[in-house]
């Protein structure tokens, strides 16, 4: 597992441009010249160092040096998937690349217009080798397995002590992260309206956190699953330290085989494993363990319903590097799937705006123990 791409020295002398390479850096640039929002300057390391702006005139601009002409074969034949891919090795560079991130996240039609050309192209490929990582139910374990377990030591030095992998919701900018992840967990309890001896079944354990919680504070009696063995070792343990083992029973089991009837249900960001084409199968079994007059809290991380229908023909980054066989759903396709069942939406609550300042404590927490990470074998 890497921290952050490999140091690179860039390149001197006039690289051997072909014929591709300077059609790709054509249309790449004629994209970047319809952008709108902010400004961007990219140059050339190789030469004289040309130097290019597009976008606004005046103004600030986030800059970008491009190290090797090979970056535009990627940009064009793979859309923003090849420009991170390029990013990777190393061929090309920036002093400020959340800058750029947020400059281009701004301009998303221009990124959906690279993807809608040439990049269209390599689409079919991506997507079968996505579809390789379905979620069935080995499926699942295998793409848990390769993301969560990794190493809970790991996520121990990146998490807060909490061991909350999900977005916080911060009451200042400068509380700490635990505090944060704590106020969350409360929220959700306390919008499941929790009370002593509920049954509250939790999809998704991770570290135990939510359990921990509920459990501790509400002292409801709580059934949690995760098909990460990693996950259920750690919670089991922190689960026995807190002596709440008569409250709390982990269980490794694939959603689609719970039984059972529960007062109560939450899923915390663990819908984004399923797959959009297993969110019928979700809900349903949602529905089927709920008993009469129950509540559900899910979190989920969601998409744009506007780039929905052309986000699951594709394959992202994160889909691709971080979460395999993940799927970001969007409100509309949830509440479309949740009308064949007898379960309904009360609240909508969007947290959205607390996930930069949740992932930024977490890069803190990685760069500070950076040493440590390293010493237990990650590069």
Known sequence: MSLSPSPVTPRSGRPNTTVVARVCRKLLFDRLAMLG?????????WDDGEKRRFGDREGGAVEAAIHTPDFYRSAVARGPLGIAESFMRGEWTSPDLVGVMRFFL??????????SGVARLAAPLLRLAHRKRRNDRSGS??????????????????LDETMTYSCALFDRADEPLHEAS?????????????????????????????????????????????????????????????????????????????????????????IEAIGHEHLDDYFTACDRLLAPGGRMALQAITMNDTHFDYYVRAVDFIQKYVFPGSCLLSVRAMKKTLLDTSLSIENVLDIGQHYPPTLQAWRHNVETNRAEIRALGYD
Not at 217 to 226: A, D, F, L, M
Not at 230 to 245: D, K, N, S, V
Request: net charge positive; with cysteine; proline share 1%.
């Open 141 to 158: 374990r295998r793409n848990i397995r390769e993301h969560y377990d990794i190493g809970n030591d790991f996520f121990s030095l990146m």
């Open 37 to 45: 929002h902010g400004a961007i300057e990219i140059r050339e390391t």
């Open 182 to 270: 704590t106020r969350k967990l409360d929220r959700l309890c306390a919008m499941l309206q929790l009370e002593p001896g509920h049954r509250l079944l939790e999809i998704g354990t991770g570290w135990g956190s939510l359990a921990l919680h509920a459990a501790g504070k509400y002292g409801c009696r709580v059934t949690t699953t995760t098909i990460s063995r990693e996950q259920a070792r750690l919670a089991r343990e922190r689960i026995a330290a807190r002596g709440l083992e008569r409250r709390i029973q982990v269980v490794e089991q694939d959603y689609r085989d719970l039984t059972g009837k529960y007062d109560r249900l939450i899923s915390i960001e663990m």
């Open 106 to 115: 701004r301009n998303q039609d221009v990124l959906l217009a690279m993807e």
